[in-house]
């Protein structure tokens, strides 16, 4: 049973142009919503997040939106840079687990120049 | 700030052999977590410390696996015997107690 999924495998972006990357979940408990990217052989680093109270935050070229009546959120990254390209992942959390995250399985980015 | 610190980066060993894996978390995180990460998949938790209380150890397998945080600061995780299907990326996180985990560089297991 997967709570969070994130349903494209891989997305490629021309570099300028803006990356949107989407998560589905199913468990209405969930309150708080992390980004993670993760480069080869490293650990995934924290990108940004957003509790349920919020439909949107913004940090810097990353925004992530919440609708929580479609129990979807999305990451945008405006412009796309060479960067950026890794894979990313959809995390979600309640107060009920400690916070502890369910994950999705990731969403592989390539930003073409 | 210093991150998670973790190690070995790599480690190549025959099954029904063991290993250890070794954490060092963010100063002053009392949260930390063990995971494994399998490739295309997302990471699995397999045990949360609250400084040096185990939280959550649900999905250990605790016939081969088993996890320490002596002091509540750095922490261990072995496996013994390995097997096969240990091969995975293990990963370290920590937190402040707050919602959002912090990740070390991650132990690359390779079981032969």
């Known amino acids: 049973d997967q709570q969070v999924k994130q349903n494209s495998p891989s997305l490629s972006v021309q570099e300028g142009r803006i990356s949107i990357l989407n998560c589905d979940y199913t468990?209405?408990?969930?309150?708080?919503f992390l980004w993670y990217k993760k480069y080869p052989a490293e650990g995934p680093t924290f990108l940004i997040s957003i509790s349920s109270i919020k439909d949107k935050n913004e940090d810097g070229r990353f925004t992530v939106f919440l609708n929580k009546s479609a129990k979807h959120l999305s990451l945008h990254i405006v412009p796309s840079q060479p960067g950026d390209s890794a894979v990313y992942f959809c995390?979600?959390?309640?107060?009920?687990?400690?916070?502890?995250?369910?994950w999705g399985a990731g969403t592989k980015l390539i930003i073409k120049p | 700030e210093a991150g998670v610190a973790q190690s070995p980066r790599y480690k190549i060993i025959e099954k029904r052999q063991s290993v250890a894996f070794w954490c060092n978390p963010i100063?002053?995180?009392?949260?930390l977590y063990w995971y494994q990460q399998i490739l295309g998949q997302g990471p699995k938790l397999l045990i949360q410390f609250q400084n040096n209380g185990v939280v959550d150890d649900s999905q250990l397998p605790k016939d081969r696996f088993s996890a320490e945080r002596l002091k509540g600061v750095d922490s261990t995780l072995k496996i013994q015997p390995a097997k096969l299907e240990d091969s995975a990326v293990y990963l370290c996180a920590s937190s402040l107690g707050s919602k959002t985990q912090y990740f070390g560089p991650g132990t690359r297991l390779l079981v032969l």
């Open positions: 468990n209405s408990m969930f309150d708080y």
């Open positions: 995390a979600a959390s309640d107060a009920d687990s400690n916070y502890q995250l369910i």
């Open positions: 100063s002053g995180h009392a949260t």
